[in-house]
């Protein structure tokens, strides 16, 4: 088979001539132009007296090929909105003052991220300082006067030799770059900057920020202020072998006066997101004990003492990993958000542990595909405003008060006016492997007829340990848009079902959530309207390992396309941007001491059956599943004579392959003139 080069997206459907398109359609369904169109809310913050919402409105540039966050503003009792901060730049992380009169918020213009205040009475805004590199993790003292975030620190550390002097007027190549750090690179950030991010605060009207710590630590946000404000609260890790134990972490206090610090947890595994009660006399944090380094634990909420004693567990009883935490006014019990099977809700826990469900339909502003997510934040009076929506309506922003939901936006209603979109409803299916029961969802196209007969796409979520649900899919809805039944799962390994079911899979990946995947399969074509000689095969991520994996079990689907795979889990472990934690959490020894066992968890260990047509789509700058995976594959392929094209995405990480809109449109209709050219 000749080899074919490798060309971007948008460039191969419109150069290769032997690519079916993907049909168009009538505008009455949703189309890749509709990228373009699509509002999504992020960030609620309500306003400490309940009295105002500032949320985060993304919307898409068509001219620039990107989303543009603005920062709006709206009135949890009638639902008027307005714009807050809307400029060229792109503003976010809004943050009220504890009087609700500022708003602090990040700017990020051709300068860089600034950190600026706006006072809402005049209307006006002002930088608080000019930053060397972007803040992050923003938090108001009690009594409004500082601001306290995260900021890197630049440290080249010492050269190996001492660089030789240009004559002048040279023009010499760029020095050496000199790599001693063991986290030197980041998925979406590329090749870090080298230095720690640490914390700094800030006089609140503007000034000089003040470095408050120190060393070749990171320290991480969210961060807060002690009821006192004497004191900043964080988590960290400061032991010497810090960078190869990333899921340790403890919780600090730094002196606001002096910088002096004072830990606060003392166990294995992470403790994170530490905030205090409103009278100050406990902290909320979240984390788990990390003492069987399995592949997923649940994250919990604990109380401590605002000194560290008598440490407890508030979410004992709850199967369920559990969000950042909100102290209610009042101090008697806390705010949460979790996923379960599939929905994302907002609950609220007494100190004595009772649990109640608060908010349900919590959705992230991702679009491409249904993942589980959402934010919320909480006013002092319990007002709760989300980031809401379902299967047919992206983020949105709602509130709920006294126990009644409140749709607040409703930004997406003009692009969706006339158009029918795919239709997504649960679907029940029984694992062939053990009978456990697995939550699907299928999805059936514009104007489907049950009589009729429809090829079937299975799309499968990365992770492994996340989840998808009835979530809009911008690439779903572009499948069933071309005619398409399609079907995604939460096989085994999937989160929100509980630590039991999600290490199902925990040094057995990809195992039997290949049953259950084909167990989905089987349950649509049940229904009736499966056309069974034109399946489908698609997935990211764990999702394209997984792909590339059923290919290699089975030929009865007609083609595939594996998007930024793991291939060969011997290279991935040692070239991804987590290579110091994958090996020992996902098989618990390195691949020099148990080839085998990395060998026959790899999909290129079954490339010798795989007669099935593949796709290979993968992101330039991805460090989560590098573009070596993808290409081992595609050229095992070629050598295989089996029918494949590579496509390299420009610019994208491993997230944001469907960053750009125009990427996102382009891949999926990559994918359906694969499929097509196979039907």
Not at 183 to 207: I, M, N, Q, S
Not at 494 to 516: C, K, L, Q, V
């Amino acid at each position: 088979m000749r080899l074919v080069s490798l060309v971007s997206v948008l460039a191969l459907i419109a150069a290769a001539p032997s690519f079916a398109q993907a049909p168009e359609g009538p505008a009455r369904t949703f189309q890749a132009r509709d990228l373009f169109g699509l509002r999504t809310a992020s960030d609620p913050q309500v306003r400490p007296d309940g009295g105002a919402i500032a949320y985060v409105r993304t919307t898409q540039d068509i001219m620039t090929d990107e989303g543009h966050p603005s920062i709006w503003l709206v009135d949890p009792q009638t639902g008027a909105q307005s714009p807050l901060v809307v400029d060229e730049a792109a503003n976010f992380q809004p943050r009220w003052s504890p009087d609700g009169s500022r708003l602090a918020y990040v700017s990020a213009g051709p300068g860089g991220a600034q950190l600026y205040v706006r006072w809402i009475a005049s209307g006006r805004s002002a930088k608080v300082a000019t930053l060397e590199q972007s803040p992050s993790s923003l938090a108001w003292s009690p009594d409004g006067k500082t601001l306290a975030f995260t900021m890197l620190t630049l440290d080249s550390g010492r050269p190996l030799a001492a660089p030789m002097a240009a004559p002048a007027g040279a023009h010499w190549a760029d020095p050496l770059k000199v790599i001693d750090r063991l986290t030197y690179r980041a998925d979406g950030a590329g090749y870090l900057k080298p230095g720690y991010r640490h914390l700094f605060v800030v006089t609140a009207d503007g000034g000089q920020p003040r470095q408050l710590t120190f060393g070749k630590f990171d320290d991480g946000g969210p961060i807060s202020f002690t009821a006192d404000g004497q004191g900043v609260l964080f988590a960290t890790n400061r032991a010497a072998n810090w960078e190869l134990d990333p899921q340790e972490s403890e919780v600090y206090r730094a002196s606001v006066a002096d910088g002096t610090l004072t830990r606060l947890t003392n166990r294995v595994g992470p403790d994170l997101a530490p905030t205090p009660s409103p009278d100050g006399s406990k902290i909320a944090y979240i984390g788990f004990d990390d003492t069987r380094h399995r592949g997923y634990e649940n994250q919990r909420l604990y109380v401590m003492d605002r000194d560290g004693a008598n440490s407890r567990v508030v979410t004992g009883t709850l199967d369920r990993s559990v969000g950042t935490p909100t102290w209610a006014a009042d101090g008697k019990s806390l705010y949460f958000d979790y996923a379960d099977h599939g929905l994302t809700k907002v609950a609220r826990v007494s100190l004595d542990g009772k649990i109640e469900t608060v908010a349900s339909g919590l959705v992230p502003a991702d679009l491409d595909r249904p993942y589980t997510g959402g934010d919320y934040s909480v006013g002092r009076n319990g007002l709760v405003a989300f980031t809401s929506g379902d299967a047919a309506s992206p983020a949105d922003l709602s509130v709920v008060r006294g126990g009644k939901t409140q749709r607040l936006t409703r930004l997406n209603d003009d692009l969706f006016a006339g158009k029918e979109l795919g239709k997504v409803q649960a679907l029940p299916v029984i694992s062939s492997f053990d009978k456990k029961p697995i939550d699907a969802w299928i999805v059936t196209p514009p104007g489907f007829d049950p009589a009729k007969k429809y090829p079937l796409i299975l799309e499968i979520h990365g992770g492994p340990f996340s989840a998808y649900g009835p979530v809009f899919s911008t690439d779903d809805q572009q499948y069933a848009a071309a005619g398409y039944i399609v079907v995604y799962a939460n096989p085994r390994g999937s989160t929100s079902y509980g630590e039991a079911f999600a290490n199902e899979i925990d040094r057995n990946y990809p195992s039997h959530d290949y049953d259950d995947l084909m167990s989905v399969v089987d349950a649509a074509i049940a229904k009736g309207s499966v056309d069974e000689g034109h399946l489908y095969v698609t997935g990211g991520s764990g999702g394209g390992a997984l792909t590339a994996w059923i290919v290699g079990k089975t030929d009865r689907f007609k083609a595939a396309a594996t998007q930024k795979p793991v291939i060969n889990w011997t290279s991935e472990v040692l070239t991804t941007d987590g290579y110091n934690s994958m090996a020992a959490y996902w098989f618990g020894k390195m691949p020099w001491e148990d080839p085998q066992g990395y060998w026959a968890r790899s999909p290129l260990s079954l490339v010798g059956n795989v007669k099935t047509p593949t796709l290979v789509i993968v992101g330039e700058d991805d460090h989560r599943t590098p573009p070596s995976e993808a290409e081992q594959y595609f050229d095992a392929l070629q050598l295989r004579g089996v029918p494949t094209t590579l496509v390299r995405v420009p610019g994208a990480s491993h997230h944001g392959l469907a960053e750009r809109p125009s990427q996102s449109a382009g891949k999926a209709r990559a994918i359906l003139a694969w499929f097509a050219r196979y039907r």
